[in-house]
């Protein structure tokens, strides 16, 4: 009977390679959990309030048309000495230069609310950037500023919108507090809406078009209502420099 040798070398040699496997596996098996964590966790998302505990807010107007309402809403935060952010679209900044100049001039900050009023998330990331681009060009051409805060059309955005609005170095910003005047639902209603839905950190949105004709009726008794609850309204922009951005 021929008796059994060990091999040392021959056993260290593979253990050496099952080693190695190891490590290989390990090594490809934590890059996969990473791939798969940024691909679960790396959602993109606009910013609809920021964490704050105190008491400071974010009034916002859209605009797209009409000359009714502006004039109107822009006196009564002058006679208040309230400075808030007003998303403009390109289109009625060029057909009605006079109010997105006098909303420059009056110390209010001036955002885009886009070129056409359509869901950007149906198009592709070039026609995106063309539609931010476009407004982006008229804003600054009518007041002399560059916008870098977008409120895109009807609120629409997914993944490819935020990340085409990132590379044109613009922030997708929506709104925590909604007052719904769009709706015409009467001015208390409007009122309510705003002053039950304000928190900390909100952002409030409210319409200076047209199609908003009892905002200016509302807006006294939501600014007073404000200020009674012991908030301070400031832009959208200084509002982001007072706490992190939060999602919803």
């Known amino acids: 009977m021929k008796a059994y040798i060990f091999d ?13 496997i190891f490590i290989c596996a390990l090594f490809f098996g934590t890059l996969l959990y990473r791939q798969q964590a940024v691909t679960v966790t790396g959602k993109k998302y606009a910013i609809y309030k920021v964490k704050t505990d105190e008491k400071v807010a974010a009034l916002t107007f859209d605009i797209s048309w009409g000359t009714k309402v502006p004039g109107p809403v822009l006196d009564t935060l002058k006679r208040y000495d309230v400075k808030c952010t ?12 006079e109010f997105p100049q006098r909303i420059v001039s009056e110390g209010h900050e001036i955002a885009s609310h886009g070129e056409e009023h359509v869901n950007l998330s149906q198009y592709n990331k070039e026609e995106i950037k063309k539609n931010i ?8 051409q009518v007041t002399g500023v560059a916008p870098n805060l977008i409120r895109t ?20 910003i929506q709104w925590s507090a909604d007052s719904l005047d769009w709706k015409k639902p009467g001015v208390d209603v409007i009122v309510n809406n705003v002053l039950k839905k304000v928190k900390p950190g909100a952002i409030i949105l409210m319409h200076a078009s047209d199609t908003c004709l009892q905002t200016p009726a509302a807006l006294p008794p939501v600014l007073e209502g404000l200020q009674k609850q012991g908030y301070r309204l400031v832009t959208v922009s200084e509002l982001l420099t007072m706490g992190s951005p939060a999602i919803d």
Request: hydrophobic residues 45%.
């Open 86 to 97: 007003f998303f403009v679209s390109g289109p009625w900044v060029v057909k009605h230069p």
């Open 8 to 20: 040392w070398r021959k056993c260290r040699k593979q253990l050496m390679l099952l080693g190695a």
């Open 133 to 140: 681009l476009a407004a982006h060009e008229k804003i600054k």
């Open 153 to 172: 059309p009807n609120g629409d955005w997914n993944n490819l919108v935020l990340t085409a609005a990132e590379e044109l170095n613009y922030k997708v």
